[in-house]
């Protein structure tokens, strides 16, 4: 088996049940921050997106054979597992609110941990322009995710999946175990929900401004 | 193509999704928006809601698990894999003894049949009859020393010299005793201690006794 074999999800599946560690080490590095994100999403609360990220994989490790590769993708197996355990979650604590983010954003820009996070420095006299911009920046994408935040969770799930993770309607009707229909027809509902919400946001007038440049 | 408002709003959401017939048809969809001011409209919201979504997904690209879960997780996944690895070892010691308790008793099995048949009562029943000589196989402790053996002769007292079952046992007897039995021992001293075979009954009565021969006198 050659080295790209063995890399593929697939390959370190094998790797997995044939007790690697390493394999493990490496798909969970590559799989778990679109699993975090989903539940977190899903959630709003970051410690219970820790542990439903923590329990999807736990699931990896204690029953891995309840994956069947002919049925769909790791991936899609591991989103199925981790909604599995945030619909437990939800039956088992109805307080579970999604919590917009927004200012935590916008505290993180003000500590100057965003700008490494985003991968751009603060300095000079482009300074002031830059934070602006990174304001607006996250204002929108706090309303954006507060919109997305209060979705229904079938229409917030099929959000993340296709226009976030940028799954296809397969992937996530794999994942989601349900047809593909109903994940297109869902996320064309969310998305005219979504613009129905965000129409009194700057967000077109960005789009409009970014264009125009 | 042309598209109606109809087909274009249906298309409208897959214009930029991969593996979607959206992509293909863009451009008719851009030409249908040219000329219908509502789905104009429609498609500059559909792109300022992806550009949003883009940018909430870049803004949550860095989001992710703290590395308090992924060791957790190996720890887990190190213990798993002991716990399996310990069950696969006394998986297999338990086949290996599994195995080895089947040759054992198949080993048993076959020795048994390459032994002969015990015959107590054919033994007995030829003991207790004067002049049989059939005894050799029935005592391993007399071993080739009955071949040599003297005839049984039945006891004055013997009840039921016929009777089935019983043993053939080697005993040391004194010359009283013998006479007491009703044998004649005049070839032994007073004071000689006399090796004899006896037939003896299931209920452990003696029934035939059998002088062993000189020769034979000293192995006991």
């Known amino acids: ?213 | 193509m042309q598209l109606d408002c109809g087909q274009f709003e249906v298309l409208l959401p897959d214009l930029d999704r991969a593996g979607t017939r959206g992509p293909a048809l863009r451009e008719a969809a851009l030409s249908h928006a040219e000329t219908c001011g509502r789905c104009a409209a429609r498609l500059t919201e559909s792109e300022s809601l992806d550009f949003a979504l883009r940018s909430l997904a870049a803004h949550d690209a860095f989001r992710m698990a703290p590395p308090r879960v992924e060791t957790a997780l190996i720890n887990r996944f190190r213990l798993e894999k002991g716990i399996v690895a310990r069950r696969r070892l006394r998986w297999e010691l338990s086949v290996l003894g599994a195995a080895a308790a089947m040759l054992l008793v198949l080993g048993l099995t076959f020795h048994e049949r390459r032994l002969p048949p015990a015959e107590p009562k054919a033994q007995l029943a030829s003991a207790a009859q004067p002049g049989a000589t059939g005894v050799d196989a029935t005592d391993d402790s007399a071993g080739a020393t009955y071949d040599d053996a003297g005839e049984f002769t039945p006891l004055p007292y013997a009840d039921d010299p016929d009777a089935d079952g019983g043993a053939v046992v080697r005993v040391v007897l004194s010359r009283a005793a013998l006479v007491s039995l009703g044998v004649q021992a005049d070839a032994f001293d007073a004071s000689d201690n006399i090796s004899v075979d006896l037939a003896i009954s299931q209920d452990g009565t003696p029934q035939a006794i059998r002088l062993l021969s000189p020769e034979n006198q000293n192995e006991n």
């Open chain 1, 1 to 213: 088996m050659n080295r790209a074999v063995e890399l593929t999800d697939d390959g370190l599946f094998r790797r997995i049940l044939a007790g690697d560690e390493e394999a493990f080490t490496l798909l969970y590095r590559r799989k778990h921050p679109a699993i975090y994100r989903f539940a977190l999403h899903m959630t709003g609360n970051p410690a219970v997106a820790e542990d439903v990220t923590q329990e999807a994989f736990m699931t990896l490790i204690r029953d891995a054979k309840r994956f069947d590769p002919s049925r769909g993708t790791l991936g899609g197996f591991l989103f199925g597992v981790a909604r599995n355990h945030l619909r437990k979650r939800w039956e088992q604590d109805r307080h579970s609110v999604p919590l917009p983010e927004l200012e935590e954003d916008l505290h993180t820009l003000v500590t100057g941990n965003g700008a490494a996070r985003n991968g751009s420095g603060a300095n000079g006299n482009g300074t002031s322009n830059l934070a602006h911009d990174q304001v607006a920046s996250l204002e929108t994408v706090g309303r954006v995710r507060q919109a997305v935040a209060t979705l229904p969770p079938g229409y917030r799930e099929a959000v993340m999946l296709c226009d976030l993770e940028e799954m296809s309607y397969e992937e996530a009707a794999a994942a989601l175990d349900c047809p593909v229909g109903t994940v297109r027809s869902r996320l064309h509902r969310a998305r005219a929900l979504l613009i129905e919400k965000l129409r009194d946001t700057p967000v077109r007038l960005r789009r409009a401004t970014l264009a125009s440049d």
